[in-house]
């Protein structure tokens, strides 16, 4: 069974940092694109980050840009997000999401798995 | 980063069609056939519905389908269903690798 698993979520203060995690399996891991979705409270979807199923090709959306970073470990079929100079509007649910391609691009299949999220709360 | 617009909300009996519309621009959902659209019930997470504007996945039923027209693209449900009721996303993925998402339709079975 294809499955994504999140962790690392938790409360932090404005300026913090937080690492966030995503356990996958059931796929072959490396041939595809991975990203974060994120969702404020009774707000909709944002898209937050994705990166090439070879980790060398990293895309941010313009909120994020510059305060977080997306890497992933083949090896041990881990996506994760660092998440540094946190402010009060980055609280959201945060989703790990699998694209259907390496290269969404040129092969567009959507996202076509999810996690069930972690919650990240700025506060002071 | 411009988001997509979607209706706030749409509505609909059993039984009926209902249709949400996206609108990007001449850049995004005009130029590209690499719109998806994601259903989310409330406290849940998105599902995909659709790929490449009009494809669906392998378990979605048929009666969700999706079109494009100029710069805005539509998912339809047709024969609605109570287990349909959630917010619908669309998503558009353009050129640099930007992904811009609607701000979703709560589509409501009354």
């Known amino acids: 069974e294809v499955q994504l698993l999140e962790s690392g979520g938790g409360s932090v203060q404005p300026g913090g940092s937080l690492r966030l995690s995503c356990a996958a399996s059931g796929f072959t891991f490396t041939n595809y694109a991975m990203g974060w979705v994120r969702q404020a409270p009774g707000k909709g979807l944002e898209w937050v980050s994705h990166?090439?199923?070879?980790?060398?090709?990293?895309y941010y959306g313009d909120s994020v840009k510059g305060r977080f970073i997306i890497s992933r470990d083949n090896s041990k079929n881990k996506l994760y997000l660092q998440l540094n100079s946190l402010r009060a509007e980055d609280t959201a649910v945060y989703f790990c999401a699998k694209w259907g391609a390496d290269d969404p691009y040129n092969y567009y299949y959507g996202m076509d798995v999810w996690g069930q999220g972690t919650t990240v709360t700025v506060s002071s | 980063q411009s988001a997509l617009t979607q209706p706030p909300s749409v509505s609909g009996s059993p039984g009926q069609s209902v249709t949400i519309s996206c609108t990007g621009t001449s850049s995004d959902v005009g130029s590209y056939n690499r719109v998806s659209w994601y259903q989310q019930p409330p406290g849940t997470a998105p599902r995909l519905m659709i790929y490449e504007v009009s494809n669906r996945p392998s378990g979605v039923p048929d009666r969700f389908s999706g079109s494009k027209s100029g710069n805005t693209a539509s998912l339809t449900i047709s024969g609605l269903q109570a287990e349909d009721e959630a917010d619908y996303y669309c998503?558009?993925?353009?050129?640099?690798?930007?992904?811009?998402f609607g701000g979703g339709t709560k589509v409501t079975v009354l």
């Open positions: 998503v558009s993925y353009t050129s640099g690798n930007i992904v811009a």
């Open positions: 990166i090439s199923g070879s980790g060398i090709n990293t």
